[in-house]
């Protein structure tokens, strides 16, 4: 595979899964069979987890569209929400018009933390714990000698001091850890693993918990757009008015806590899909978020949309830590395949890459809202769901969900009606 993919694939929606698969196969230059189903066998399912009595699918769809830093990108989506990969590739659409998406990453920085309790002196324990930072940071990075030969390694620590806990006074050793293109839980849990007795030593006091944070806040990625409103015209609207309508909407999630979370739940939509497509923690990643987005004091808006010079921008920034290698992402044949098809060279691309999709999800609901609502689109999308569960099968399944759409009336009563009117 090369980084000349197409990500421009139209009329995708019309065609069978059978031969979309075929066609992103051919857009991607290599087979994506494995993303297709039915390729988790027992025995692999049975040493990822315990107590296996099956596999649980999810719908996997490809986003289209995505320009990211001028490289064109084809998604893979593990969800079961309707409209969310529709809304993605569309929102991809009028971004690629304007250039498409732009993106930066810190380095792949994550936090070990090591509590100590017990400690007489908090500030006479800190200091000589500074002292010793070099031989700690050597220490850490001989627990592994492979991450280090690619770059990575314990880069510094903090410490960070609780004067008042229901525990009493408290001191917290963090451990920044560069992990490269890994998630990197199991690198930063075995250093601070490794670490604590010393630190214990040091400390003069008693360490209990050894484990990573989830709040990367020191492994962000960034996404921006800018978008021409004329780009975004509808029949009824003029695209001066959508932009305006998106950055209005926007305002409320600034300030109230209640719009935020859903407006935040949105922007999920399209980073949770791929993060569990490519077999990676999706709940780290959604922990991580929201802590990021309560860091202020009072929870809010993950993302900003203004008007700069005539133009709609939107920017959004979390913490991503997302891995290429380890756990799931290589265990997994359907993630190996999501993994391949994305291309990514790094877990620093791989993450500008999801952050993009994140922003364009963020678009969707609000140019939804500034419009025609959310549920106008979201409910068409959803009438093949309802036919389904009337109990259509086959081609019944598009005849009722075209009469759900064009009644306006979807629901299962009148989805089982029209089943038994032939």
Known sequence: ???????????????????????????????????????????????????????????????????????????????????????ASYMARIARDNGGFTTDADDPVMRAQIQVLRVDDLQAAKARLLEAQSSLIQDANKVDTVLVKLGGGCRGIEIHLFDDTLVGPMLVVHLLVDVRDAMGANAVNTMAERLAPTIEKIAQGDVRLRILSNLADKRLVRARVQIDPETLNTDTLDGHEVAQGIVEACALALVDPYRAATHNKGIMNGIDPVVVATGNDWRAIEAGAHAFAAQGGRYTSLTRWDIQDGHL???????????????????????????????????????????????????????????????????????RNIAIAAGATGQDIDRVARALVDSSDITVGHATALLDTP
Request: aromatic residues 4%; proline residues 4%; glycine residues 10%.
């Open 1 to 87: 595979m090369t980084d000349q993919t197409n990500s421009r694939l139209s009329g995708l929606r019309s065609f069978s899964p059978q031969q979309r698969l075929q066609t992103v196969a051919k857009a991607a230059g290599h087979s994506v069979d494995a993303l297709g189903g039915n390729v988790l066998s027992d025995q692999v399912a049975d040493g990822m987890i315990e107590n296996v009595v099956g596999h649980f699918e999810l719908p996997l769809g490809i986003a289209t569209n995505f320009v990211v830093n001028g490289k064109d990108y084809l998604i893979p989506m593990a969800v079961e929400e309707p409209s969310v990969v529709a809304a």
């Open 313 to 383: 921008v939107g920017q959004l920034e979390l913490p991503m830590a997302l891995g290429l290698v380890g756990g799931a992402t290589k265990t997994h044949p359907a993630a190996q395949a999501a993994v391949k098809l994305l291309n990514v060279g790094s877990a620093q691309e791989f993450a500008q890459v999801v952050a993009a999709v994140g922003l364009a999800q963020n678009m969707a609901a609000l140019r939804a809202l500034a419009t025609e609502g959310i549920q106008r689109g979201h409910m068409a999308l959803h009438a």
